[in-house]
């Protein structure tokens, strides 16, 4: 990898960040909508204010009665990256500043996973920032489910973490920091505090890790075993959060079973498919948060933030099956000339588009409408915490 190009993209998406959320930096500005305010504002200041203290906040007494606090996942008590903000800013803008980071790391990560793929570096940065500012995450902004946001940007990086380690295994090479870097992604990712997430990345991880396995030709008890290993670590590092969780857990109400149309209340219908590719198929609630004021939005109230795939990723899929057997310009012209002229090879655009269309939401930050933008989420002023307690 050019470490060059590499700095120039971090740079410039760095830049990008915070022109989009200037007012988060310039003006102190927070987020503000959905659960933010009556949630994760609240617990937010209480933890910040138990831990200056020198308390861990395991118990919170403003909850009915009083309830755990540590052992809800979703307090996110011991995530290493919110109590290194609190350090610096106050929690109100904390929320803000630490939804930049969690973007530019998404898109950091987004940006290797390319990258070790073998794309070229623009297409991975257009990868790159269309996953981190795309539609899957635009939407939780408009939806105050920052969680979902802290935990869906480590994907990339397990991604990337788990090619790696078999590119260098299947090679012969040393593994060098890969297993310390799977390591430090997993504890973040349990510690970021959404469950559903964590989840599903790991489910997607190991699909991925199943798919590496099949076609490794040599190395795969090691692969295999380096990451096992690496989970093993991680769990045990992550275990002051993992097991008070799955003991609370026991006294929740989804313990038991489901009837069925409960269990499938937010189950995406076929009706809503067209939002795809027609981002105001059903409308738009973004324009509330304008001047405008306006809801037009006429679908089911589960389905309104809508699944916007943007455009970039739409043309990339297309590109891949037009440019999949096209001979590449540069086809014999491998290093030192080592490729035959008579040897099959592929267009160089197969790389941009596949990293294109696998950005899950690249294009832009439009999932519910031409107005959706992340500014309108922002508030100059968050309710003070007694205001948000039970």
Not at 4 to 27: C, E, G, K, M
Not at 70 to 76: P, R, T
Not at 313 to 329: V, Y
Request: contains cysteine; proline residues 7%; aromatic residues 14%.
């Amino acid at each position: 990898m050019n470490s060059r190009s590499a700095t120039l993209y971090f740079v410039l998406f760095a830049i990008t960040l915070a022109i989009l959320f200037a007012p988060v930096l310039l003006r102190g500005e927070t987020f503000a909508l959905g659960d933010v305010p009556d949630q994760f504002l609240p617990w937010r200041v209480f933890t910040s204010e138990e831990i200056s203290e020198g308390r861990i906040p395991l118990w919170n007494p403003y909850t009915f009665c009083g309830s755990p606090f540590l052992a809800n996942m979703q307090s996110a008590v011991l995530y290493p990256i919110d109590r290194a903000v609190d350090l610096f800013f106050q929690p109100e803008q904390g929320i803000g500043i630490g939804m930049i980071l969690h973007l530019f790391l998404g898109g950091s990560f987004l940006y290797l996973l390319a990258r070790s793929f073998g794309t070229s570096e623009l297409p991975s940065g257009i990868a790159a920032i269309g996953y981190a500012l795309g539609g899957f995450h635009a939407i939780h902004f408009l939806g105050g489910n920052l969680l979902t946001i802290t935990s869906s940007i480590y994907l990339p990086g397990h991604l990337w973490v788990v090619h790696t380690l078999r590119k260098r295994v299947e090679a012969g090479k040393g593994v060098g920091l890969s297993p310390l870097a799977g390591i430090l992604l997993a504890v973040l990712q349990v510690l970021s505090g959404h469950a559903q997430m964590t989840f599903y990345n790991a489910l997607f991880v190991g699909l991925f890790f199943l798919a590496n396995l099949i076609t490794m030709k040599k190395g795969r008890i090691k692969f295999i075993s380096f990451l096992i290993g690496s989970a093993l670590c991680a769990a045990l590092l992550a275990a002051p959060q993992i097991l008070p969780t799955l003991e609370y857990s026991q006294h929740s109400s989804r313990t038991e079973l489901l009837p069925f149309l409960p269990a499938t209340e937010f189950s995406f219908g076929w009706e809503f498919l067209p939002s795809f590719f027609l981002p105001e198929y059903l409308g738009t609630r973004a324009d509330m948060y304008t001047p405008l004021r306006a809801d037009t939005y006429w679908g089911d109230w589960k389905n309104w933030s809508a699944v916007y795939i943007g455009l970039l990723p739409a043309f990339g899929f297309l590109c891949f099956f037009f440019f999949l057997n096209s001979p590449s310009p540069h086809c014999g012209e491998g290093l030192g000339g080592g490729v035959p002229r008579k040897s099959k090879c592929y267009s160089s655009s197969v790389p941009f588009s596949w990293s294109a269309s696998s950005s899950l939401s690249a294009g832009t930050p439009r999932s519910t409408g031409t107005s959706t933008t992340t500014s309108p989420c922002l508030e100059n002023s968050a309710p003070p915490q007694n205001s948000c307690r039970a």
